[in-house]
């Protein structure tokens, strides 16, 4: 595993180029970014954006989804990989926050986790994009470019972001998702990494290097 400096003065190249990246999910409130990102896994932003655009233009609060219906959601969502059963949860989680947070989405991990079909990366999404807290999402994308880069050898998503918490500050967790998502997802690509255009290329070991 890389030193706390090695991995700071990576992050400080990311924070140059781009000090304050977005989330490339589509969305209009907490409600929606939910149920976006519910949507997101497995599945990439583009093909979640193209189906979310015409849903959420009558169904953009837990009250409009439930009137919508299970089957008219799978209508809208049917491009998505595991629609099924990303619909049933979608409609599962709209109800419980009717029933028990007066249809608005949480703020706090415990009470986002305990939504069906909620687990830790989707509420830690939530919590960083919409509610702006310093919390970092482990996705593919940040598991991947964290092993490649020496960040972690964590062998779950939970060891990698604990790793990456231990020395990271909180400005730099709060945009550390966004820079690993947009750099695994346009740079260091898992099959073909754009060695040549990597800002980080310096800083890189990896064995597929292509310099």
């Known amino acids: 595993m890389r030193s706390k400096k090695e991995i700071l003065d990576i992050m400080a190249v990311f924070n140059k180029l781009d000090s304050n990246p977005r989330c490339e999910l ?43 219906g299970l089957e008219n959601l799978k209508s809208y969502i049917k491009t998505i990989g595991l629609y099924n059963n990303k619909a049933k949860n979608i409609i599962a989680l709209s109800q419980e926050l009717v029933e028990k947070y007066n249809s608005e989405v949480p703020a706090n991990r415990e009470a986002l986790e305990n939504l069906s079909g909620v687990g830790r990366k989707t509420a830690n999404v939530v919590l960083n994009v919409w509610f702006n807290q310093p919390t970092l999402a482990v996705d593919t994308h940040v598991f991947r470019i964290a092993h490649r880069l020496d960040f972690s050898q964590g062998k779950t998503p939970l060891e990698v972001e604990k790793d990456l918490l231990s020395v990271l500050p909180d400005n730099y967790v709060k945009n550390a998702n966004h820079w690993l998502v947009l750099f695994g997802r346009y740079i260091c690509k898992a099959q073909k990494p754009d060695c040549n255009n990597c800002p980080i290329k310096e800083f890189c070991h990896s064995a597929d290097k292509r310099i």
Request: proline content about 2%; glycine content about 2%; aromatic content about 6%.
């Open 26 to 68: 589509n969305f209009h409130n907490a409600y929606t970014l939910l149920v976006a990102v519910v949507l997101s896994a497995q599945s990439t932003d583009k093909g979640v954006n193209r189906a979310t655009e015409s849903l959420f233009k009558i169904a953009d609060t837990p009250q409009k989804m439930l009137s919508l």
